[in-house]
């Protein structure tokens, strides 16, 4: 039998375990509570609560997993409680349970029956995590989201991945836009660099001109911006530019974790467009993660058509979810059945029209 408590951020600063994924990390966790812990919105949440819950089998510390209780408002009225990982609520690059020890099948359901007993809530609802999770053995994964992936260590070289992963008519495309440029007067230059204040106004400039085509971009909220900008502070991390005549028109912002470099955020010059310094700026970001042989770069949290012009891999995120017996709960029950079924059968056509490899 496993014994639970609570413990605070500080006390897992303490602990050293290995994360399966940036946000499993303290350095991800801790940032991200301390931008977001004063902001409340319904995507958010209001009234929020942290629940990192520690099991122990024999004394032993074996596992933790970072839980966060907060509060949606429904209809203007309607209040419900929900009790979510730690960060999936924005910006989150998967989540599951924290291992230290290996664990069997029971773990989950005392974990879920002492969070039933020491925890207030409506919903139980788990995102962003992998088929793999032991929380598949008790509940029923939906489809969620996914992050298309290159297995850079897969290839033998940059040169091998280019002739099988890329198609012909990009390959075509890359050399087509390369001439275009050439033609039209422009000197490319690819530049990696550390991120600092200077070249963070150049990545903040470009990242605006996703209003043209009616996007937002993450640095227009200033909460987002200082959760990206003490994320680069505390991973390894650079951005890839591409650049005409020495301005900047595009980039890819990278972290790295645990061999694998993952891209947080990239944009390009509209002004531009019709020189692909976009998709040239990742292909040479992707060539970078093969000269330091990186394990695999990953394209972030999110289906976006232009990742797919670089590969067809994919690695899935799936959702679970439980309630308790409380009137509001079981109320609004059927809405988020329909919900989680909707959202798992619109991942799984986005995913079929892709032609993603999972």
């Known amino acids: 039998m496993y014994r639970f408590h609570s413990i605070g951020l500080q006390e897992l600063e303490d602990i050293n375990y290995k994360e399966t994924y940036p946000s499993n990390t303290f350095q991800w966790i801790y940032n991200w509570y301390s931008v977001f812990e004063n902001v409340e919105n319904n995507v958010i949440g209001y009234k929020k609560k942290p629940y990192i819950i520690a099991a122990y089998l024999n004394e032993e510390l074996v596992a933790i997993i970072p839980l966060l209780k907060l509060t949606r408002i429904y209809c203007k009225c309607l209040r419900l409680e929900f009790i979510e990982f730690l960060g999936q609520q924005w910006s989150c690059i998967g989540e599951d349970i924290i291992t230290l020890k290996d664990l069997d099948s029971v773990y989950i359901e005392e974990l879920i029956h002492w969070i039933k007993k020491h925890v207030k809530f409506h919903f139980i609802f788990l995102k962003y995590i992998p088929k793999s999770s032991l929380l598949n053995t008790k509940y029923k994964l939906y489809h969620y989201s996914g992050a298309p992936i290159i297995p850079v260590s897969s290839y033998s070289s940059y040169e091998d991945f280019y002739t099988h992963a890329y198609a012909k008519r990009f390959r075509k495309k890359l050399q087509r836009t390369r001439r275009k440029i050439e033609k039209d007067g422009f000197r490319l230059k690819l530049s990696y660099e550390e991120i600092n204040r200077n070249n963070f106004e150049d990545i903040k400039r470009i990242a605006k001109s996703k209003e043209i085509d009616g996007k937002n971009y993450v640095y227009e909220d200033p909460n987002k911006e200082k959760f990206h900008l003490l994320l680069y502070k505390s991973f390894p991390s650079h951005v890839m530019f591409a650049k005409f005549n020495n301005m900047p028109v595009a980039y890819v912002t990278n972290i790295d974790c645990n061999g694998v470099r993952i891209g947080l955020d990239c944009a390009f010059d509209r002004d531009y467009r019709i020189y692909g310094v976009g998709v040239q700026c990742m292909d040479c970001n992707i060539q970078e993660c093969f000269k330091e042989h990186k394990k695999k770069f990953s394209f972030g949290v999110g289906l976006d058509e232009y990742k797919f ?16 017996y409380r009137l509001k709960a079981l109320l609004v029950l059927p809405y988020f059945l329909y919900r ?10 986005e995913l079929s029209k892709l032609h993603c490899d999972v």
């Open 340 to 349: 989680l079924k909707r959202e798992d059968k619109h991942v799984l056509k």
């Open 309 to 324: 012009q670089f590969t067809h891999k994919v690695e899935d995120y799936y959702m679970s979810f439980d309630f308790s």
